[in-house]
C-alpha cells in the first residue's frame, strides 16, 4: 500500500497514468459512435493511417516535438479518411475493401519513410519509431497538458452536437430527409475521431489504437440501452484499462505501456461481455434455465 | 401557406419529367405524377420497380438525372418544412440504445435545427404523438425490445412530430402485425381527416383499394396514375407486373 502511494507520488508515474487515462475518455466516447455507426475498422484505418503524417513531419522539420508530430499525423489520418470516403463514393469497391487497402497503403508507406529516417542513422530519428506499439514513458507534463486540452475540444465537440451526431448513428436516411448533409455531418463527427486518436498516438501507438476506440463501447453498450449512460461508460472503461495499463507496467519492469492498456481494456470487455446484466452471455444463460424451470417438467418437452 | 382545402392552391405534389439512375443503371424514367392535397395515395409495383427511389428522389435524398419535385407549388428544398417521412422499419438498426420517445423526438430535430436540444414542449409533443399510435405506456422503452409493429408505431410518431403537411411512408405496413395494421389504416384516415396529403409504398394489391384513394403504378415507368376505380384495373396491373403478376390480386382490381 505504501509502495502505491510511493508511485503516485512519483512524477513519471502521475504524467503517463494521467495521460493514458485522458487517452482513454476521449477514445471511449468518440468510439462509441463508431461502434453505434458500424465503423468500427474506421479506427483502424484511421490510426494506421496516420504514421506517414509522423513521419513527414519529422522528415519536414527535423524535430522529434510531439506536438508537430502529432498535427502530421492529424494531417495524414485526415486525408486518409477523405480517400476512404472519396473512393467508396465513386467507385463500385465495397467499402470493407476499400478501408483494407487505404490502411495498407498508408501504413506501408509510412514504414517506408521509418526505414529510411532509421537508414539516414541521424541520433535524432531515436524514438521514432515508438509510434509504431506507443511508448507512454516518453510523455512528458506538457504532453499530458496538450492531451488534456485535445481532449476537452473533442468531447465539447460531442456535447454541442450530441443530437445530430446520435441522429447520424441511428437514422441516416432520415437526418437527410430533415435537411442535415449527413457528409458533412458524417465528416465532422470522422474529424473529431481524428483528434482521438491523434491523442493515444505516444501512449498506444497507431497498431493498437483501434481498439481503444472499439472496446470501451464495446463493453459500454452491454451495460446500458442508453446512448449517454453508454458514452460516460465507455469513458470510464477506457479511464480505468489507461489507469491500470499504465500501473501494471510501471509496478515492473520491462512491461509495455501501450499494449498492456490494451490487455486491460480486453480484460473489461470480456468481462462485459459475460457478466453484464441482460446482454451478458452467462447472465442470458442463467436466465434462460431459470425461465425454463419456471415453466415446469412437462413443458420443457417443447424443446427450444 | 394557402387553404388545405382539397382542390384550392397549388398540387401537394408536382412531379416532371423525373429520371433517375444509380450509377448508369437507370431506375426510373421520365416520371410525371401530380397528386392532389388530402389523399391517400399508393404507390404500387414489383420489386425494383423504382417505388422507394420515387420517394427518396422526391425528397432530394438522391440525385436526379432531370425533371423537378414541386411540394405545394414551391421546390423540395424551400419547403421541407412541410414534408414528414417514415422510411422502411427495417432501415435501421433497432438494437441502438435508446428508447421510443427519443425516437420519436428525432421528428422534432427538423425545426430545431443545429445544437439547439429537445425541451419540455417538444417532449410534450412526442408525448402526444406516441399516444395517438396507442404507444404512451412504451415510451421509455428500450426500442429492441419492441415488437415489429411497435416499432412501426413508433416510426409513425416520429413523422407526425414532424408536424409536416405531406406524408411519404415507405412500406408502412411491412412485416407488422394485424392490429397494428388496423391501427395504421385508422391513423392515415385520421390523417386525411385533418387534410393532411399522405404517399404509401405499398406492396399488398389486396388491401390496396380498401385503404387508399389514388394509386399510382410504377415499373421505372410510371404506367397509370389516378383515382383508384380508374387507375387500378386488370388492364394496367398486368402492363405494371407484365407475367409476375400475383393472380389472387387482379380479384382486387376493377374490370378493365
Given at each position: 500500500?505504501?509502495?502505491?502511494?510511493?508511485?503516485?507520488?512519483?512524477?513519471?508515474?502521475?504524467?503517463?497514468?494521467?495521460?493514458?487515462?485522458?487517452?482513454?475518455?476521449?477514445?471511449?466516447?468518440?468510439?462509441?459512435?463508431?461502434?453505434?455507426?458500424?465503423?468500427?475498422?474506421?479506427?483502424?484505418?484511421?490510426?494506421?493511417?496516420?504514421?506517414?503524417?509522423?513521419?513527414?513531419?519529422?522528415?519536414?522539420?527535423?524535430?522529434?516535438?510531439?506536438?508537430?508530430?502529432?498535427?502530421?499525423?492529424?494531417?495524414?489520418?485526415?486525408?486518409?479518411?477523405?480517400?476512404?470516403?472519396?473512393?467508396?463514393?465513386?467507385?463500385?469497391?465495397?467499402?470493407?475493401?476499400?478501408?483494407?487497402?487505404?490502411?495498407?497503403?498508408?501504413?506501408?508507406?509510412?514504414?517506408?519513410?521509418?526505414?529510411?529516417?532509421?537508414?539516414?542513422?541521424?541520433?535524432?530519428?531515436?524514438?521514432?519509431?515508438?509510434?509504431?506499439?506507443?511508448?507512454?514513458?516518453?510523455?512528458?507534463?506538457?504532453?499530458?497538458?496538450?492531451?488534456?486540452?485535445?481532449?476537452?475540444?473533442?468531447?465539447?465537440?460531442?456535447?454541442?452536437?450530441?443530437?445530430?451526431?446520435?441522429?447520424?448513428?441511428?437514422?441516416?436516411?432520415?437526418?437527410?430527409?430533415?435537411?442535415?448533409?449527413?457528409?458533412?455531418?458524417?465528416?465532422?463527427?470522422?474529424?473529431?475521431?481524428?483528434?482521438?486518436?491523434?491523442?493515444?498516438?505516444?501512449?498506444?501507438?497507431?497498431?493498437?489504437?483501434?481498439?481503444?476506440?472499439?472496446?470501451?463501447?464495446?463493453?459500454?453498450?452491454?451495460?446500458?440501452?442508453?446512448?449517454?449512460?453508454?458514452?460516460?461508460?465507455?469513458?470510464?472503461?477506457?479511464?480505468?484499462?489507461?489507469?491500470?495499463?499504465?500501473?501494471?507496467?510501471?509496478?515492473?519492469?520491462?512491461?509495455?505501456?501501450?499494449?498492456?492498456?490494451?490487455?486491460?481494456?480486453?480484460?473489461?470487455?470480456?468481462?462485459?461481455?459475460?457478466?453484464?446484466?441482460?446482454?451478458?452471455?452467462?447472465?442470458?444463460?442463467?436466465?434462460?434455465?431459470?425461465?425454463?424451470?419456471?415453466?415446469?417438467?412437462?413443458?420443457?418437452?417443447?424443446?427450444? | 401557406?394557402?387553404?388545405?382545402?382539397g382542390?384550392?392552391?397549388?398540387?401537394a405534389?408536382?412531379?416532371?419529367?423525373?429520371?433517375?439512375?444509380?450509377?448508369?443503371?437507370?431506375?426510373?424514367?421520365?416520371?410525371?405524377?401530380?397528386l392532389p392535397r388530402g389523399l391517400l395515395t399508393a404507390?404500387?409495383?414489383?420489386?425494383?420497380?423504382?417505388?422507394?427511389?420515387?420517394?427518396?428522389?422526391?425528397?432530394?435524398?438522391?440525385?436526379?438525372?432531370?425533371?423537378?419535385?414541386?411540394?405545394?407549388?414551391?421546390?423540395?428544398?424551400?419547403?421541407?418544412?412541410?414534408?414528414?417521412?417514415?422510411?422502411?422499419?427495417?432501415?435501421?438498426?433497432?438494437?441502438?440504445?435508446?428508447?421510443?420517445?427519443?425516437?420519436?423526438?428525432?421528428?422534432?430535430?427538423?425545426?430545431?435545427?443545429?445544437?439547439?436540444?429537445?425541451?419540455?414542449?417538444?417532449?410534450?409533443?412526442?408525448?402526444?404523438?406516441?399516444?395517438?399510435?396507442?404507444?404512451?405506456?412504451?415510451?421509455?422503452?428500450?426500442?429492441?425490445?419492441?415488437?415489429?409493429?411497435?416499432?412501426?408505431?413508433?416510426?409513425?410518431?416520429?413523422?407526425?412530430?414532424?408536424?409536416?403537411?405531406?406524408?411519404?411512408?415507405?412500406?408502412?405496413?411491412?412485416?407488422?402485425?394485424?392490429?397494428?395494421?388496423?391501427?395504421?389504416?385508422?391513423?392515415l384516415k385520421?390523417l386525411r381527416a385533418?387534410?393532411?396529403t399522405l404517399v404509401c409504398?405499398h406492396?399488398?394489391?389486396?388491401?390496396a383499394p380498401d385503404y387508399f384513394d389514388w394509386v399510382a403504378?410504377?415499373?421505372?415507368?410510371?404506367?397509370?396514375a389516378g383515382p383508384m376505380a380508374q387507375a387500378f384495373?386488370?388492364?394496367?396491373?398486368?402492363?405494371?407486373?407484365?407475367?409476375?403478376?400475383?393472380?389472387?390480386?387482379?380479384?382486387?382490381?376493377?374490370?378493365?
Amino acid at each position: 500500500m505504501s509502495a502505491l502511494i510511493e508511485l503516485l507520488g512519483d512524477y513519471t508515474l502521475r504524467t503517463v497514468a494521467l495521460g493514458s487515462a485522458l487517452l482513454g475518455i476521449t477514445s471511449g466516447v468518440l468510439g462509441s459512435f463508431a461502434v453505434l455507426r458500424r465503423q468500427g475498422l474506421l479506427g483502424d484505418v484511421l490510426s494506421h493511417a496516420a504514421l506517414p503524417g509522423v513521419c513527414l513531419a519529422f522528415l519536414l522539420t527535423g524535430t522529434r516535438t510531439p506536438a508537430v508530430l502529432l498535427a502530421g499525423a492529424a494531417v495524414s489520418c485526415w486525408l486518409g479518411a477523405a480517400a476512404l470516403f472519396r473512393v467508396v463514393e465513386e467507385t463500385r469497391v465495397s467499402e470493407d475493401s476499400v478501408m483494407g487497402i487505404v490502411l495498407s497503403v498508408f501504413f506501408g508507406f509510412g514504414i517506408v519513410l521509418l526505414t529510411f529516417i532509421s537508414k539516414r542513422g541521424d541520433a535524432a530519428q531515436a524514438g521514432l519509431n515508438t509510434y509504431l506499439f506507443g511508448q507512454a514513458a516518453t510523455l512528458v507534463w506538457e504532453n499530458v497538458v496538450t492531451m488534456a486540452a485535445l481532449g476537452l475540444l473533442a468531447i465539447a465537440a460531442v456535447v454541442l452536437w450530441y443530437k445530430e451526431f446520435k441522429l447520424l448513428a441511428f437514422d441516416p436516411e432520415f437526418a437527410t430527409s430533415l435537411g442535415y448533409n449527413t457528409r458533412r455531418l458524417g465528416l465532422l463527427l470522422t474529424s473529431v475521431t481524428v483528434v482521438a486518436i491523434v491523442i493515444g498516438l505516444q501512449t498506444v501507438g497507431v497498431v493498437l489504437m483501434a481498439a481503444m476506440l472499439v472496446g470501451p463501447a464495446v463493453a459500454a453498450r452491454q451495460w446500458t440501452s442508453r446512448l449517454s449512460r453508454m458514452l460516460v461508460v465507455a469513458a470510464l472503461v477506457g479511464a480505468l484499462s489507461g489507469l491500470s495499463g499504465a500501473l501494471i507496467s510501471m509496478s515492473q519492469p520491462r512491461l509495455p505501456t501501450g499494449p498492456m492498456i490494451i490487455l486491460s481494456l480486453t480484460a473489461l470487455v470480456v468481462v462485459s461481455l459475460l457478466l453484464a446484466p441482460e446482454r451478458g452471455l452467462l447472465w442470458e444463460r442463467r436466465h434462460r434455465r431459470g425461465r425454463r424451470r419456471d415453466r415446469g417438467p412437462e413443458a420443457s418437452g417443447d424443446g427450444a | 401557406m394557402t387553404s388545405r382545402d382539397g382542390a384550392a392552391g397549388p398540387p401537394a405534389l408536382a412531379i416532371r419529367d423525373l429520371t433517375v439512375a444509380y450509377r448508369d443503371k437507370p431506375v426510373l424514367w421520365d416520371v410525371d405524377l401530380t397528386l392532389p392535397r388530402g389523399l391517400l395515395t399508393a404507390i404500387i409495383g414489383p420489386n425494383g420497380a423504382g417505388k422507394t427511389t420515387l420517394i427518396k428522389a422526391a425528397m432530394d435524398m438522391v440525385p436526379a438525372l432531370a425533371g423537378t419535385v414541386e411540394i405545394f407549388g414551391r421546390p423540395y428544398r424551400e419547403q421541407r418544412r412541410l414534408v414528414g417521412y417514415v422510411p422502411q422499419r427495417t432501415s435501421v438498426d433497432w438494437d441502438f440504445p435508446t428508447d421510443a420517445l427519443d425516437v420519436v423526438l428525432m421528428g422534432t430535430y427538423g425545426e430545431l435545427g443545429w445544437v439547439r436540444r429537445p425541451g419540455r414542449a417538444e417532449i410534450a409533443r412526442a408525448m402526444d404523438c406516441l399516444e395517438q399510435v396507442g404507444m404512451t405506456a412504451f415510451a421509455r422503452r428500450q426500442i429492441s425490445q419492441l415488437s415489429g409493429g411497435q416499432q412501426q408505431r413508433v416510426f409513425l410518431a416520429r413523422a407526425l412530430a414532424q408536424n409536416a403537411e405531406l406524408y411519404f411512408m415507405d412500406e408502412p405496413f411491412a412485416g407488422v402485425d394485424a392490429t397494428t395494421e388496423r391501427a395504421i389504416v385508422e391513423l392515415l384516415k385520421t390523417l386525411r381527416a385533418r387534410g393532411k396529403t399522405l404517399v404509401c409504398v405499398h406492396h399488398d394489391l389486396q388491401s390496396a383499394p380498401d385503404y387508399f384513394d389514388w394509386v399510382a403504378l410504377l415499373n421505372g415507368r410510371l404506367i397509370a396514375a389516378g383515382p383508384m376505380a380508374q387507375a387500378f384495373t386488370e388492364e394496367n396491373l398486368v402492363r405494371t407486373y407484365g407475367g409476375r403478376l400475383p393472380l389472387p390480386a387482379v380479384a382486387g382490381a376493377a374490370p378493365a
